[in-house]
């Protein structure tokens, strides 16, 4: 290398070196400033999903201090609420022969089945005893008809009936949609791809989520997440209030 060479050289090395944490995080992945039109919706974080829980998602429990944390960036936050009759038509203990996991053709189409869980009114039903957001404006309960399932916060599974967070949202001049609960690959993601349908933006905060992964729901989960431009983010590419 030529004299000059080296001296450019050296020079741009000191400069890399210079380069802060914060600069290559920037680079890396844009931080995401929450702005006053943003709503963060914590998605069914309930004891039956935790550890122990008959309908357990692994490590269920690890992200609430991570979603208390999370919620105080935020000047909206709404809850969900899975909210089962005891006959409900998603149990499997409601179909003679079928076992949980395995799918009944229903009226509006193919439905998994999950052990029972969520009963209105059961301590299983109630949320994790850990969330800790006083401040969340709406606890929207879903699933609570009998014959129709609703992993969707926006619209049950009939693909028909409204739950009316679409208009809640809407009308409150909520316009992007932070998501965080379980689980991933069932309530978050079918709640984040119809908030894109409906015409909002939608984020879903991975390490703020987890996942039950049944027979590859969590990668096909993804995959149409993408395809529907929800954002995959991390809560690191969150910064702090506008
Ligand atoms: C859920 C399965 C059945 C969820 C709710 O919260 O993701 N999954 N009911
Ligand atoms: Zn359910």
Redesign the pocket.
Known sequence: MSRGGRRRFLAWSAASAALSVSAIRAWAAPAIAVRESDVLIV??V?NC?MPGGS?A?KDGDRIVPLINRLARSFKHVVLTQ?W?TADHV?FASQHPGKKPFETVQLPYGTQ?L?PD??VQGTEGAMLHKGLDIPRAELILRK?YRREV?S?SAFLEADKKTQTGLGGYLQQRGLKRVFFA???T????AWSALDARRQGFEALVIEDACRG?DNQGSLAKAWAEMTAAAVQRIQSTDLVEKT
């Open positions: 998605v069914d309930q999903f309908l998602v899975d089962h998603s998994v999950w869980h969520c699933g399932d992993y609960g379980l689980a690959d069932f309530c978050v039950i």
